[in-house]
């Protein structure tokens, strides 16, 4: 048994591997949280489902006892380690000690299959060929989890020599097989040229491929050497040699609690987080306890959220079904006799579970119904991310209209959805693409599932949280946009100053005093500030100033969202002590004060400088307003 390594043949392309790049993502915090997400993803798509109800994993970081053993098993494969330009940009010396993790499921099928199969062929169900020698493609089905064939990589880029070695155990044949895989640039070993792939096995001279060991003694000793827990249960042992420097039992731990609390939660994994000295069993009861070291903003709430959510004997409200051609929002998807009780509800603070039904369709079919989950509470939430959960899997880097004020979870678990939406993913789950191969042209009008689905907390915090009065219509309105930041006020400044004299430019002019008003409404950086004006409003008088952001159809302050910000909670300030007012009331979008002087000034900053504002002041003599 030996490292083999792929010699090129004139007409074969160079090529050097990019996949472990799909990972490189600013949602994936480093090289542990990937292989967390992407290890823990295909032990759950390969629970054995016949006999198991749950999936185990354990990973282990631990360190080799003996050089001998280290040498024993990277036989063959230090020279091409040692190669100039082989993509190695970590490599450790020879004689370092070797460091290594362990991830080991339990309750799977292991990598069942012909383990003499070379080529692809979609007729046969095959994950040992899958794992070992296919890049790109996958033997999954797309009931599963995963569907890019790029989730192995993570354990090569975890490792300093791109390396993992691996043993099966298999639950229909309950055969035992070792096997290793090396992924390096293509480079020059010896006066030959090498292709990336490398592989630990046995050749026999034929043209077969290179095959794994089987023979107890090696297996004994690999399972020895690397301290492992399988002895003849089913499933997979995976051993990635030197480790990356954050490959951490810490960061380990945080990524198993931030990224699949909700399987644990619902009973569906355990794992098991090891090294010399330290043993740590995430379940459905310890995993409470490690809730406060979570590096997460609002993570124990979004938390107890989950945990209510998975709840016996739960009651929900159901949304009337989206249209049947293709789903888009409307007011009246929530049922008119359900309105008031879900608005006092959220109102009060309490929590919500709602479903949402809608009709899925792919190209010549009349669709298949579906469902998913929206679960909501308000509480001091700057974020106002809604947390996309997808079949146990964070889907952590959505493009969403934030609801600030709210936690939220959307959880995707019936299939037909659940298979449309994995369709979309990045192969790192983190986005839903409306452009990915592997959705495009597949679905009717597929970008609207994604819309409706990642829009939905806000659709419906936006109907709970809408006032029924009604706008004056005969309001004087003057528009302009909270100011850019400064680079960007700067650039602008630049252009002006490069246009010749007596060109026209696109600014204009508002006419803001067209009458004398009692108060004037300013612009500021961030928001706005309500003075003195130049008729003068005199004490005793009370003024009541009304906020909301723009919107393109009706009245601003009608559809006033919660989420989007309540003036007495950050991010809004208000500055205190106003200039001749003394406040009396702030609540959500409202400041009620008492003239007490005739010069006064009220400054309220704070506001998202990506939308235009709505201010209305109504004052005991009559009112003025205006559109910021």
């Not at 993502?25 to 090289?31: G, L």
């Not at 895989?181 to 040229?193: Q, T």
């Not at 090498?194 to 034929?206: C, F, I, K, Q």
């Not at 290179?210 to 690397?226: G, H, N």
Request: charged share 30%; aromatic share 10%.
């Amino acid at each position: 048994m030996e490292w083999h390594f792929v010699k090129y043949r004139p007409d074969e392309t160079t090529r050097d591997p990019i996949v472990g790049e799909f990972f490189s993502t600013e949602a994936i915090e480093n090289p542990a949280q990937a292989l967390v997400r992407e290890g823990i993803q295909n032990a759950l798509d390969a629970l054995d489902k016949q006999n198991e109800k749950s999936v185990r994993v354990r990973m282990y970081c631990g360190k080799l006892k003996a050089k001998s053993e280290a040498a024993f098993w990277l036989n063959g494969a230090w020279e091409h380690y040692l190669a100039p330009k082989n993509g190695l940009g970590n490599l450790p010396e020879k004689d370092t000690e070797l460091l290594y993790l362990v991830f080991e499921d339990f309750g799977t099928t292991g990598l069942q299959g012909n383990i003499e199969q070379a080529f692809d062929d979609p007729d046969k169900k095959n994950p040992f060929f899958y794992f070992f020698r296919a890049e790109g493609r996958s033997g999954k089905s797309e009931q599963d989890r995963g569907r890019w064939g790029v989730g192995k990589y993570v354990f090569p880029r975890a490792s300093r020599v791109s390396t993992l070695l691996a043993l099966t155990i298999r639950s229909d044949d309950n055969k035992r097989f070792l096997m290793g895989r090396s992924v390096l640039k293509s480079r020059w070993v010896n006066k030959e040229y090498y292709s990336p792939d490398g592989y630990l096995g046995l050749r026999d001279g034929s043209e077969k491929p290179i095959l794994p060991v089987s023979d107890d003694k090696t297996l004994d000793r690999f399972c020895s050497d690397f301290n492992l827990k399988r002895s003849n249960e089913a499933g997979l042992s995976i051993v990635v040699p030197y480790i990356e420097n954050d490959i951490t039992v810490d960061n380990i731990q945080k990524a198993v609690v931030k990224d699949y609390f909700y399987p644990i939660l619902k009973g569906d994994l355990i794992v098991t987080v090891e090294s010399d000295g330290f043993v740590s069993e995430i379940n459905s009861s310890t995993i409470k306890s490690l809730f406060s070291d979570a590096d997460w903003e609002g993570f124990s709430s979004i938390v107890q959220l989950a945990e209510w959510s998975l709840s016996k004997g739960l009651e929900y409200y159901e949304l009337n079904p989206c249209n049947d051609k293709r789903p888009i929002w409307s007011n009246d998807l929530i049922p008119t006799d359900m309105l008031p009780k879900m608005r006092a509800q959220f109102e009060q603070g309490e929590f919500l579970a709602i479903k949402a039904t809608l009709n899925i369709r792919q190209k010549n079919d009349t669709g298949i119904p579906s469902h998913f989950m929206i679960y909501l509470k308000q509480g001091k939430n700057d974020d106002g991310r809604p947390l996309f959960i997808r079949e146990g899997i964070i889907v952590s880097d959505v493009k969403v209209r934030r609801t600030r004020g709210v936690f939220s979870l959307v959880v995707i678990e019936d299939k037909p959805l659940a298979t449309l939406l994995g369709d979309s993913e990045n192969p790192a789950h983190t986005q839903w693409q409306k452009d990915s191969s592997n959705f495009r042209n597949k679905y009717i009008y597929g970008k609207s599932y994604i819309e409706f689905v990642t829009n939905a907390v806000s659709d419906i915090v936006s109907a709970l949280s809408a006032q029924e009065d009604e706008i004056d219509p005969n309001l004087v309105l003057d528009i302009f946009s909270l100011p850019a930041e400064e680079d960007e006020v700067a650039k602008r400044e630049d252009k002006q100053k490069d246009k010749k004299p007596g060109t026209e430019t696109n600014k204009k002019t508002l006419d803001l005093h067209s009458r004398e008003k009692k108060f004037e409404i300013e612009q500021i950086a961030g928001g706005f500030q309500v003075k003195t004006g130049k008729a003068k409003l005199k004490p005793p008088a009370k003024i009541e100033v009304l906020v909301a952001y723009d919107v393109r159809k009706g009245n601003p302050l009608t559809k006033y969202d919660l989420s989007d910000f309540r003036l007495d909670q950050t991010p809004i300030k208000i500055k205190k002590p106003s200039k001749g007012l003394r406040l009396t009331r702030i609540h959500q979008n409202s400041i009620i004060a008492d003239v007490t002087k005739d010069d006064f000034e009220l400054l309220v900053t704070g506001f998202d400088q990506n939308r235009d504002l709505y201010v209305k002041v109504i004052v005991s003599e009559g009112e003025d307003d205006k559109k910021i």
